[in-house]
């Protein structure tokens, strides 16, 4: 099975960007995604796209505010979030699985270990 590991987390001020990356052990020919789960929430869908990038996915929430994109010769999903908000704040996880089920059955997703952010205001 792939393994996903996720970096790029850290602090950042209110209105200030982060990226986050997520490599995987081998090459994923099926979508890749990130979710994200804050303390006492449920974890939420964040952003997802296709393999060959043909398909991009976003949660209600982020507004424009954040990109994905993916380099398959690296193994890697990236996510560059923007303007930034207090409440971005949570444990970020890489996903991957086909695109058909990736968002609609995420308990089938192979997970990475999740990256910490923390915005403050």
């Known amino acids: 099975q792939v393994h996903l590991v996720e970096s790029g987390g850290g602090l950042a001020q209110a209105g200030g960007s982060l990226r986050l990356s997520c490599t995987a052990s081998g090459r994923i020919r099926q979508a890749m995604g990130w979710f994200r789960q804050a303390p006492g929430k449920e974890r939420e869908f964040v952003a997802a796209?296709?393999?060959?990038?043909?398909?991009?996915y976003y949660g209600d929430f982020v507004k424009g505010r954040f990109t994905i994109s993916r380099d398959d010769a690296k193994n890697t999903v990236y996510l560059q979030m923007n303007s930034l908000k207090p409440e971005d704040s949570a444990v970020y996880y890489c996903?991957?699985?086909?695109?058909?089920?990736?968002?609609?059955?995420?308990?089938?997703?192979?997970w990475g270990q999740g990256t910490d952010v923390a915005v403050s205001s």
């Open positions: 996903a991957t699985a086909p695109i058909q089920s990736i968002i609609l059955d995420p308990a089938r997703n192979v």
């Open positions: 796209i296709s393999w060959g990038g043909g398909g991009i």
